[in-house]
């Protein structure tokens, strides 16, 4: 069965952030993948800086006068990456000392970078602490402990902020989150202990509330719902402690369409839903003077990555067409479904060179792993394809390599690269 609409979304996706010359080449930053391909071999990804950096303007005007954004590392770590974000004026949140040294290394101060996480190790903390981290989301009771006592082996006292997974009343409306179990930060019910017991350790200051409330959030309604609430449990924190709030983080979770019939966020929606979180923040003395920020990956740097893999056979088996290239899952996790999907789903997919002139059919397209598993895609609407074509996977700029078992069958290393200014800079050697 032929999935047009994903091939119309590959399509408006392409109009969107690259091009295809007169020869039908798909090109990112004007330089044509097929000549990156020769240059840098396959399987490969693709970064466009100037789409990372459209994308972050957009959001960044849409949110003016409410929010800043601190961009979550763990969706693309690359320091090159991260670099192009803080340029822009982006901060960081980070998961693991390693993404802050990789924050680090792309020039983020120390001061504004976040960890967040559920499994924070002393030794993490220690490098953190010692590093100068502006703030440390605490999620549970040991860890509190834990931050406290590297502040004290560090002689520091301790910016933190709690985690809250919302309780039950944030159900409704357009929300769909709340009530459930989770190992991400305190229950809402504990809430007020929670505060107490970071209140009374010397090395904690408490400055602030975390909530992160899902991801792939394609619906304005939904993220001003949880930013609502937020506002809410920020309020209640900053009564109990009797002082105000310096920072309110309400996640990231904005999400990008990968599936036919996915409609991109409204960033207009947005906009226009912000108006009255930022009167409540500002009638509120607790909160008026809080850094309220936002904590986006997916939305910043899915859009720029295209994933290329080449085909290295075609075969017909029974009735069914597979197209066999040398990418695969261990590259690119989320593409083969097996990251966050159910069902597989495909990703919108497209052949790099496409004059146009073929009837597209529907494609599967698998990699060299031993394992049925790795199929980029179960029936994309691609042209005909034939050994040593190229095929792109698009929205692969988050939770691609790095979200992916790269370990697994010993194949090397795909390059990474970054194209700004008409150059292509190899962010990750191959191999
Ligand atoms: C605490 C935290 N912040 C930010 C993010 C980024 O989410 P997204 O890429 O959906 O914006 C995640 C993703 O898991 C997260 O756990």
Redesign the pocket.
Known sequence: MTQAVSSDLAAALIAKNFSRDEAGILRVGGLPLTELAEDFGTPLFVYDAATMRRTYRALRDALAGFAAIDY?V??NPNPAVIRVFHEEGAGA?I?SSAEFDAAIEAGVPPERILF??PGKGAADLDRVVAGGIGEI?LENREEMFRVAAAGERHGVMVRVAL?INPGAAAQGGAMRMGGKPSP?GFDEEAMDAAIDAVEAQAALRLVGL?L?A????LKAETLLGQWAYGLGLAARIARRIGRPLETIDL?????IPYFSGDAALDLGALRAGLPELTATLRADPLLAGARVVL??????T?PAGIYVARVLAVKASRGSRFVITDGGMHHHLAASGNLGQIVKRDFPLAAVVDGGGAEPAATAVVGPLCTPLDMLARAAPLPPLAEGDLVAVLQSG??GLTASPTGFLSHPMPAELLVEGGRATAIRPRG
């Open positions: 979550s763990k969706a949140e998961a967040a996480g989301h985690r991400f975390h992160f899902g991801t792939q959030g996640g990231g979770g904005l999400g904590e986006p990956g997916r939305y910043l899915g988050a939770y």
